[in-house]
């Protein structure tokens, strides 16, 4: 049975700002939350020299003799980087200072709950025509499943302490962000719970859409040859989007100043890093709409299933992926 899980965000009412994160998983049909066995123990068909795969040590006797590329680094960007260097006929090495392949596609256990570094959900990865799931697909030779998460992908919670005379009163509000009626049913739920602030909602989704269609821009234009990217940069720069370099605060602080509203739409600051006040729009855009209009999905077998996927590809064309590598120095001749 595949693992369903869910993102419970607390927030405060009073800033609108995140203030604890904390992912919790259970089976696909409890609804109690205890600890479990950690999703990677489900890949039941793994043994110990799988495990080894992502924990190869570096001795010169490993590295690959008529080597084509070197990648430092064994993040999910230099594997991907890798493999697609490796489909081509390439031998490569890829050499990681850590103890273990894959970098934030790492997972660890702590009083029986499993803890993802980075990678805790990916958007739309049921649909297979889908760009980041046939490049994944592309760079795993052995197939990665993938689970669909619960409907309800995140909850964002606010409690909110009322001092009544002698005693403190606590209030919890839960808000339940749903990925089964597609963008529209996020939009209607958030309008049944902010009524007054149809208008900024409307807008903040206007905005985003525009945005998400904004990175895409913006990745084409540092593609180019540079005279026709700044030719496009200057159009870019110079349209309606020009909101797209503003912070995620700037823009929301334009819409409403509705704090719980500012809250929900802006909690899940957490997957890229950077809070509201520092996070690029344009980023903080295309995540919103990607989860919300296209559901959430969980590799089976944990995040390191992708990262055993990958270096398994590298190492069938030749190639070698070796741990605790680090790297001082480039010499270029």
């Known amino acids: 049975m595949a693992p369903s899980s869910s993102l419970v965000v607390a927030l405060s009412a009073a800033t609108g700002l995140v203030v604890a994160v904390g992912l919790m998983r259970r089976g696909a049909k409890g609804k109690k939350q205890v600890p479990r066995e950690p ?18 040590g570096f001795k010169p006797s490993l590295v690959p003799k008529d080597l084509d590329l070197i990648v430092i680094g064994s993040g999910v960007g230099g594997l991907v980087t890798a493999c697609m260097m490796a489909k081509q006929g390439k031998k490569v090495l890829v050499l990681e200072q850590h103890d273990q392949a894959g970098g934030n596609l790492h997972t660890f ?7 993802d570094t980075g990678l805790h959900y990916v958007g739309n990865m049921g649909n297979t025509n889908y760009g980041n799931r046939r490049l994944i697909d592309y760079c795993c030779d052995t197939p990665v499943e993938w689970a669909p998460m619960d409907s309800v992908y995140d909850t964002a919670v606010f409690r909110t302490e009322e001092v009544q005379r002698s005693m403190t009163a606590s209030t919890r509000t839960e808000y339940r962000m749903r990925s089964d009626q597609g963008i529209k049913g996020v939009i209607a739920d958030m309008k049944k719970w902010f009524p007054g602030e149809e208008a900024a909602i409307d807008e903040y989704f206007r905005l985003c859409k525009h945005a998400s269609w904004g990175m895409k821009w913006l990745l084409i234009r540092n593609l180019l040859p540079r005279p026709l990217g700044v030719l496009l940069g200057w159009v870019f720069d110079y349209t309606s989007l020009s909101y797209f370099y503003k912070t995620t605060q700037e823009v929301l602080s334009t819409l409403t100043s509705n704090h719980k509203l500012t809250g929900v739409l802006t909690y899940m600051w957490g997957d890229y890093g950077l809070p509201p006040s520092c996070s690029a729009f344009g980023i903080h855009a295309a995540l919103q709409t990607h989860y919300c209009s296209r559901g959430a999905f969980y590799p089976v077998g944990g995040p390191s299933a992708l990262a055993r996927a990958m270096v398994r590809t590298i190492e069938r064309r030749g190639g070698k992926v070796l741990v605790r590598a680090a790297v001082d120095s480039v010499t270029l001749s």
């Open 39 to 56: 999703l990677e123990s489900e890949d039941t068909g793994r043994g110990v020299e799988e495990e080894r795969v992502c924990k190869q």
């Open 109 to 115: 256990e702590e009083q029986g709950w499993e803890f």
